[in-house]
């Protein structure tokens, strides 16, 4: 049971990679006009986001139940 928490936490930090890194590579000019703007947004801003995407992955990787 444990090995396949781990190979859910991995599954998860590679497709990251995988999506950070397609981010980078094909939309490199929006990536700095979004840092630009984050650089702007209130650090209250940023924690209620934050907080949104991880719930909403949460629920995302329930429903998929890889």
């Not at 939309?27 to 934050?50: D, M, W, Y």
């Amino acid at each position: 049971k444990h090995s396949r928490v781990i190979e859910k936490i991995l599954f998860g930090l590679a497709s990251a990679l995988v999506f950070e890194g397609l981010m980078l590579a094909i939309l490199p000019n929006r990536i700095k006009r979004a840092v630009q703007l984050i650089e702007k947004a209130s650090s209250n801003t940023l924690s209620i986001i934050g907080l949104l995407m991880m719930v909403s992955g949460i629920l995302f990787l329930s429903l998929i139940e890889i």
